[in-house]
């Protein structure tokens, strides 16, 4: 197994590796696995950064499309939090293709799914950092910025564990991109009052749900481009869409297929 990148200690500082200088844009890859997230970034020296890993039926999927294409490591793994339809595939990507590392949240977790996800961790031997409550750790690696920051409480109440979700905020160049996991009402508050929100990119938080702060946030994060990953069973809300409609934004569903985004630093253009 790889291990391109290295992360030291709780901060979590990634050091500028070489091929800063390559011509190559910066890629981001919004998977098409339903209502659930994946998403690949890949810098232009070629490190590869995977946001989530859909379900475990699409772990499978997409450990076996990596192998097709080459991928044979992912140098680093953000587990925003540790729903099914987030975590549930990280441990057939450990397995099937091999993680350099992995960053998560701290909490208390029980469910097959995040078990599986466990003890594949431990079975490879896998590097992992928790950020705890209130942190925010910076990344940087090939001019791609990325800043995670965590929840702010310890606990949102029995059925709120989207709130527990890590935040990345990804800038290249003059370029911003933002993912915000399963972010809810509470959560959307805390990116809020944290600020530095407006971004070229959103991936859009809890599936395209409505939740009281919608307007708000994505206003916001007035985003050119917005990626919702949602379902034809469970699709976005339309008030959602009419929002996104209203500031000008370019609205893709995980209905449509995969997305793919580039930026050169200057400007951000999809295929």
């Known amino acids: 197994m790889k291990k391109r990148l290295l992360l030291s200690s709780l901060l979590c500082l990634f050091l500028a590796l070489p091929g800063c200088a390559s011509a190559d844009p910066l890629r981001v890859d919004f998977y098409d696995v339903g209502k659930a997230d994946a998403m690949l970034i890949t810098t232009p020296g070629g490190q590869r950064i995977l946001i989530d890993a859909g379900t475990n039926k699409n772990g499978k999927a997409l450990a076996e499309r990596f192998n097709q294409e080459g991928i044979d490591s992912i140098d680093l793994m953000i587990i925003t939090h540790y729903d099914k339809d987030h975590v549930g595939g990280a441990d057939k990507i ?4 091999g993680v350099g590392h992995v960053v998560m949240p701290i909490y208390d977790k029980e469910g097959k799914q995040y078990e599986q996800f466990a003890e594949a961790i431990a079975e490879y031997a896998v590097p992992t950092t928790q950020l705890l409550t209130a942190k925010e750790t ?3 690696v090939d001019g791609v910025t990325l800043r995670i920051s965590s929840a702010h409480r310890g606990g949102y109440g029995e059925d709120e564990e989207n709130d527990f979700s890590l935040c990345v ?3 290249y160049g003059g370029t911003r991109f933002l993912f ?3 972010a ?3 959560r959307q508050r805390e990116l809020l009052q944290e600020g ?3 971004c070229d990119v959103l991936k859009v938080p809890y599936h395209g749900r409505l939740v009281d702060a ?3 946030f994505l206003s916001a994060a007035a985003p050119k481009i917005a990626f919702i990953p949602d379902s034809a069973d469970d ?3 339309p008030y959602i869409h009419a929002m996104l409609d209203a500031l000008g934004t370019e609205t893709h569903s995980a209905q449509q297929g995969d997305l793919t985004v580039f930026s050169d630093g200057e400007r951000v253009w999809v295929e």
């Open 94 to 97: 450990i397995e099937g293709v």
């Open 138 to 140: 910076t990344l940087t």
């Open 169 to 171: 905020r990804m800038s």
């Open 180 to 182: 915000p996991g399963d």
């Open 184 to 186: 809810e009402a509470p």
């Open 196 to 198: 530095d929100l407006s």
């Open 214 to 216: 919608s307007q708000d």
């Open 235 to 237: 699709p976005a809300s």
